[in-house]
């Protein structure tokens, strides 16, 4: 099920999964000085984003108006951020106006192991939308929420109330950061991973963050958007 190219990074996380045990009782010293400089990078970042982005925003604007007139440009869910705060992520929407009344009938044909849902062929998704989630342009309003402090341009997957439901201790403690725009997850599979694949992905970018992985993300991630990966 995973293209083996992709699965390398993932797979080697899973083989050393077990140094988690300790850091599952053990909570990492605090690193002001990378938390400190990350804030900054955030916020000077993010706000550059939506202002050079602008033009950007527009055109996808325009064209989701012209397929769906009735529906909005943008779409907001409550997601979990750090130490399980709640907050409402911006996005464009990709989706059909009642998608979420549309899950419950396609919880059962979930592609993705775990507490997520994707479904490579949802009917929900328009024909804009597919472009813009392949390109990942639909997260791009995500950088209002970076500005805002509820999110970080580089972080693990952003989760819905109904997933983190369903997590142990253990996987509570990717909940520990903020959530990302991007992270070791976007660029090492996305979709075609496992949500063991993802944790194991979080927690080894919550061990080793610091400014050089944040930008090594970054810069893979703007790959990933030029040539799309999996994403869908």
Known sequence: MYPSPQRNEADAVLEGSSKYAQYAVEDQKPKILYLTVKRGMDFVFALFGLVLLSPLFLIISILIKLEDPKGSVFFYQTRVGKNERPFRMYKFRSMVSNAEELLDKLLEQNEINGAMFKMREDPRITKIGKFIRKTSIDELPQLWNVVRG???????????????????????????????????????????????????????????????????????????????????
């Open 150 to 232: 509820e999110m970080s341009l580089v972080g693990p997957r952003p989760a819905l109330p109904r997933e983190v439901m369903q997590y142990s201790s253990y996987d509570k403690l990717r909940l520990k950061v903020s959530p990302g725009c991007t992270g070791l997850w976007q660029v090492s599979g996305r979709n075609n991973l496992s949500f063991h694949e993802m944790l194991a992905l979080d927690l080894e970018y919550i061990e080793r963050r610091g400014i050089w992985l944040d930008m090594k993300v970054m810069f893979r991630t703007v790959k990933v958007m030029i040539f799309p990966n999996s994403a869908y």
